[in-house]
């Protein structure tokens, strides 16, 4: 009789997710300290949300289908529509309208979480990904806008880069509106596909944005997105207008003096940059690095901003009349910390055990001994998780890159001396165990 073949579950990722390894999951650890130090010195207050929300709470998609799964994550519970966080900022602004009453004005807050899009993935653009976000709520002083900028040239510093190796891009959607305004492009859906088709000129360039303007564009897949369909004169206008050089617009030329103020030069006026989400409503800005990042294959790849912000003052008023005008700043930390290992070589500490070979199982109260006067005197220790012959033991210590093993049989029980082998050099030295712990220092 002919055996059923059952299907197996396939062992690759869905497109846009990611394994992430120790070595960079210890870089991304370090990033995350340097950031929660500046945090601190700033007055940020520390703050996490679920990764849930209702789907109206969310703010930037809302359900136009039976499923709500535009650029989100969803489910239905009950009646309502449940969807994975698509940024930080949406939930900041539910909580403080729950919390409104409670919380000092302004609020400073940051926060570090995990956000989800159901978007097209890309070179070094995932699906899923850990953000940092920064936010002062119940201000309109652009003080707040500016030290967002120093505070994130701060954390750029501190991490290793210099100041010649990333920018501050600025500008306003002031520009954008009073533009469209000009043109007559009243219509809101209008003007929001087309500032998230002007949101993509950095990645695409300008030819590729005019087509998405017009009449729609074809990527390389074959794939069509459909245009905003601008007049051609509307477009040679917009293209114009965000290729000046100098800022007209009041809170931009407010928020330049207040960085003369800082001392901070390290940024650059471009009314192309959009930011495309809607919730916008002043100055915006958005981080660039000026090296050139490289994908697995070695190529150099397109790889955009690693992360940006702006004022958003009327995003809370989703969900009452409140007084409480915004800015924040968010910062992509898997692409940061992606960028980050191709420039610089992190001088980060992998602990790795030491292996206590096992020769006879019924020696195991010996080793287990062994282990714990090891382990109390903080050198990371195991004993060997298996039931090889010595060379397969020695092997699974190498692919792990322990510093040592030790080897611990019959004799060396009876003398009491352990022997120290240093997987680095080969040498071998029979050693007391009093002495034992300060030997393996040396080699860790």
């Known amino acids: 009789m002919k055996k059923d073949k059952t299907n197996k579950p396939s062992k690759e990722l869905p497109l846009g997710f990611v394994d992430r390894q120790e070595k960079e999951l210890l870089v991304r ?3 995350i300290s340097n950031i929660k130090e500046v945090m601190i010195k700033y007055g940020f207050q520390y703050l996490e949300t679920p990764s849930f929300e209702y789907s109206d709470s969310i703010g930037k998609f809302l359900p136009d289908k039976d499923r709500p799964d535009e650029g989100i994550f969803s489910f239905q519970d009950e009646n309502k529509w449940l969807s994975l966080r698509y940024d930080l900022t949406a939930p900041l602004a539910r909580y403080i309208a729950k919390n409104y009453l409670e919380i000092p004005k302004p609020f400073k807050r940051y926060q570090l979480g995990t956000v989800w899009r159901n978007e097209k993935p890309g070179p070094g653009r995932f699906r899923e990904f850990l953000q940092f976000d920064a936010d002062y709520v119940g201000t309109k002083s652009l003080q707040a806008d500016a030290e967002l900028c120093v505070m ?6 501190k991490c290793g880069l210099n100041k010649s190796e990333y920018i501050i891009k600025i500008s306003s959607r002031k520009i954008t509106e009073k533009l469209f305004n000009n043109l007559n492009v009243n219509d809101t859906q209008q003007k929001l596909n087309a500032l998230r088709a002007l949101d993509k000129i950095d990645r695409l360039g300008w030819e ?18 459909k245009g905003v369909n601008l007049s051609s004169e509307n477009i ?3 293209e114009k207008e965000l290729k000046k050089k100098s800022p007209n617009s009041e809170d931009l030329i407010e928020i330049l003096k207040i ?3 800082y001392n901070f030069s390290n940024y650059e006026f471009d009314p192309s940059i959009i930011r495309g989400l809607e919730y916008y409503t002043g100055t915006i800005f958005e981080v660039n690095l000026k090296f050139d990042v490289k994908n697995n294959k070695g190529q150099v790849i397109q790889f955009g901003s690693i992360g940006g912000g702006g004022r958003y003052d009327n995003l809370v008023n989703n969900f009452g009349n409140y007084d409480a005008p915004a800015t924040g700043i968010s910062i992509g930390l898997d692409r940061l910390v992606y960028a980050l290992m191709q420039k610089k070589e992190f001088k980060i500490k992998q602990s790795k055990p030491v292996v206590i070979c096992v020769f006879n199982k019924k ?3 010996e080793y287990i001994g062994l282990q714990i006067i090891l382990r109390e005197a903080g050198i990371s220790t195991e004993i060997y998780p298996g039931e090889n012959k010595l060379k397969k033991q020695m092997e699974y210590a190498n692919k792990i890159k322990s510093p040592a ?5 019959e004799d060396e029980i009876k003398s009491g001396k352990p022997t120290l082998r240093n997987l680095s050099s080969g040498k071998e030295k029979s050693i007391e165990i009093k002495e034992l712990i300060n ?3 040396k080699i860790i």
């Open 29 to 31: 650890d370090f990033i």
């Open 152 to 157: 994130i040239s701060e954390i750029l510093e």
């Open 208 to 225: 590729s944005v005019k087509q998405l303007l017009g009449k729609g564009r074809k990527d390389k897949s074959g794939d069509f997105t």
């Open 236 to 238: 040679e206008v917009i």
């Open 259 to 261: 960085f003369k103020d």
């Open 363 to 365: 020696s195991m109260k």
């Open 405 to 409: 093993v030790i080897l611990y049989g």
């Open 439 to 441: 030997e393996i220092k």
